[in-house]
């Protein structure tokens, strides 16, 4: 199923007939964290909060949302070519003489430094032919041009590679993308996999066809089922970028990043416009869930029978994070919550839970702590831990301290522990 027509037959919906005032999505998103939100802007329909819940990711991909996180890792350990193709309907519409003020790109925040792209995925090809794929936020600066911020991953070796030998690298950012696009494109995986691979994987898993992408001249693969398609180069040259709410909520600051200079935009026919609310359930779960299956293979290292993985909403789908196991020995919970934390560096809670407890229920969880825990024998704190930089209580040198709840039963005299409605539900 396209995009389009699934989002045409969502029931979960706000719709707007008009223009929404400056900061009103942000208003109304937050008001609404998983619903979607459709509106107009510049002629478009501007669409926020798809990919906001767990089900609804699900349910396009056509997968149980419980299998969604082994569906994850087995896309990430067996990547597959995908289809080029030579043709692609978003070539079909070329804005000619565009203006980037022009396109439903929006302020989210009062403070933000500029409009921004928040769901734009950049594709890329390095000069020995390695791809790639990732989220960028981009700051609109002018006509033609972005401010980008680039941490120091893949498409920072990459510019940094082009730099040196004095040029300018060609991108091409694509907005409006499906979920199996957009999860593998929030992926830490090595060097030199294509993302787009992992995609193709995924597709067929669910859906069960295959991914087809169109081929540019320079040799870099966009999805055939963009809606907004941007081609261009992330030049020498740096400009300020932000303030920008990252996904905390809170401001992040003003520096010096490369600048973008777009050259042409595409759309598909009827195009829309994906707004990612920064802060918001959609950016939490595109960032986290892709982290969830590096979790469950540090975490099963260490402990045979693992059940699930979940980074919580509450901790922003990056700080917080739930890990349900079975115990075969005392002091698996311990070694479990170690595991998790090596895992993902940037994660400063988890919980360790038995496998009768639903991680994606936090009442359930909460309960588990409440009834089989105890902070002096099941409390493991860690003092002066390399910390996340989107945490803003991180310590001036970038450590903090992290915590590990082991909210699992004793293997023996346990039966104290058990729910009664456990036995109903057999």
Known sequence: MELREFLSHEKDIIKIDRELEKFEMAKIVHENPAKILCFKDKGYDVYCNIWSTRDRVAKYLNLDKSNLLFSLKESMDKPTPYKVVSKAPFLDTEIKNFDLRKIPIQYHYPEDGGPYVTSGVVFVKDSKGNRNMSFHRMMVTGKDTFTIRIVPRHLFAMYNEAKAKGKDLEIVMAIGLPPYVLLPAAMSISYGINELEIANTLKKMGIGSELTAYRFGNGIDVPTSSQFVFCGKILMEEGDEGPFVDITGTYDFVRKQPIVKIDKVYTAKDAFFHALMPGGYEHFLLMGMPREPIIYEGVSKVVP???????????????????????????????????????????????????????????????????????????????????????????????????????????????????AINFIKK
Not at 356 to 370: F, G, K, P, R, S
């Open 305 to 419: 029978k693992v059940y699930g993985v979940r980074l919580t909403e509450g901790g922003n789908c990056w700080l917080h994070g739930v890990v349900s196991i079975k115990k075969q020995k005392e002091g698996d919970g311990k070694n479990a919550i170690m595991a998790a934390l090596a895992s993902h560096p940037s994660m400063k809670r988890v919980v360790v839970v038995d496998e009768d407890i639903d991680i994606y229920n936090d009442t359930d969880v909460e309960w588990a702590i409440a009834t089989r825990f105890q902070a002096d024998k099941d409390l493991l704190i860690v003092n002066n831990a390399a910390g996340s930089s989107l945490d803003p209580s991180v310590k001036g040198d970038g450590t903090t301290a992290k915590m590990g709840i082991d909210a699992t039963m004793p293997l023996k005299n346990n039966e104290g522990y058990k729910r």
